[in-house]
């Protein structure tokens, strides 16, 4: 297994297991089966509405607490200062944990305290710096109460991603964003980089599971893509396999989710895969700014989210 060192130095597993969309029924095996072959990152969020069930298999293990990388996202409607260690002892509490190793900000979205999913723009709240510095002085406590090990981001830019840098007495340590070869995240990369922060790529197999009101119309394939196909095939492995070796190959971390066996097997397998240069740079000529999710569900009619203020143009 592979591992990226991250700024307190501690070791981040670089392959994880992604749970969204893991149905209830099925998420507890998927995850005693992949901790059974060698799986020791599990990305969990309360959104996801299984964390009770991933508990179930992590309360099974005999893997000591120690040598596991438990992930979990602290929901749009808690980021008021006041809801946010309530929201991460419920993870804790379905988890069946006394600590996270990392809890990101889910979305630079901010809703009412009691809606999970907005029905009305009035539902939605502007996003601002101040108060994403109020929400991360709160998750800060949870660190220095022993709650949490590191803070992070998920679907941040790097514009709203600096003021956390610059302010914060904790510093982020992962930024969690889309990243597959349609949406290469070069940027965040080297911002992150620069900065001492790792990447964690979601949707790394273009998330093909979504619900289906969230796909776009003709949207790509990655795992039909004729390039990687033939490198698959060259190389005598899968498309998928192809997809993660290269997330790891360029020093991020990506968490594929699957509930399958042979697909879990698979997965943890490409971790191992190094591409040769050539073919790097056969999908670096791949990247088109695509986004699987593109945070559409955050912008209805009269919604402040905006495209351009969602994703900073990023
Ligand atoms: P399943 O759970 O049945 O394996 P992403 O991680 O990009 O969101 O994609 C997850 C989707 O890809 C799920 O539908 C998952 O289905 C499927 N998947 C996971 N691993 C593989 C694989 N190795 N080959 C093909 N599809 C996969």
Redesign the pocket.
């Known amino acids: 297994m592979k591992y990226l060192t991250l700024h307190t130095g501690a070791k981040m597993p670089a392959l994880g297991l992604?749970t969204?969309?893991?149905a209830k029924g099925e998420v507890a095996a998927a995850v005693t089966e992949a901790l059974r072959i060698g799986y020791r990152h599990i990305d969990c969020a309360h959104v996801y509405g299984n964390e009770a069930e991933v508990g179930e298999a992590l309360a099974a293990t005999s893997v000591p607490r120690e040598d596991l990388w438990i992930t979990s996202k602290l929901w749009n409607n808690a980021q008021r200062p006041e809801d946010v260690r309530p929201a991460l002892e419920r993870s804790l509490g379905a988890l069946g944990l006394e600590y996270l190793d990392l809890y990101l900000v889910h979305w630079p979205v901010q809703l009412s305290h009691a809606v999970m999913f907005p029905q009305s723009p009035d539902d939605l709240i502007p996003w601002t710096t101040e108060h994403a510095l109020e929400t991360w002085g709160a998750l800060e406590d949870c660190v220095r109460a022993g709650l949490v090990r590191h803070l992070g981001t998920s679907n941040f830019s790097t514009k709203k991603l600096r003021p956390l840098l610059d302010n914060g007495s904790v510093k982020p340590a992962v930024s969690q964003v889309e990243m597959?070869p349609y949406q290469q995240q070069d940027r965040m990369r080297e911002f992150c980089r620069d900065n001492g922060m790792a990447v964690t790529g979601?949707?790394?197999?273009?998330?093909?599971?979504?619900p289906a009101h969230q796909h776009q119309e003709g949207e790509p394939s990655l795992?039909d893509h004729p390039d990687i196909l033939a490198m698959a095939d060259r190389l005598g492995t899968?498309?998928?396999?192809i997809l993660l070796g290269w997330a790891v190959t360029r020093g991020t971390s990506v968490?594929?989710?699957?509930?399958?066996p042979e697909?879990l097997r698979?997965?943890l397998a490409a971790a191992d895969l190094e591409l040769a240069a050539s073919d790097m740079d056969v999908i670096a000529a791949m990247d088109m700014g695509y986004r699987f999710l593109d945070g559409s569900h955050w912008m209805m009619a009269g919604s402040p989210y905006t495209p351009e203020n969602l994703w900073d143009g990023e």
Request: overall charge positive; glycine content about 8%; cysteine-free.
């Open positions: 992604g969204w969309q893991a597959h979601f949707a790394p197999l273009g998330s093909r599971h979504r795992l899968t498309p998928a396999s968490i594929p989710k699957s509930t399958n697909r698979q997965n």
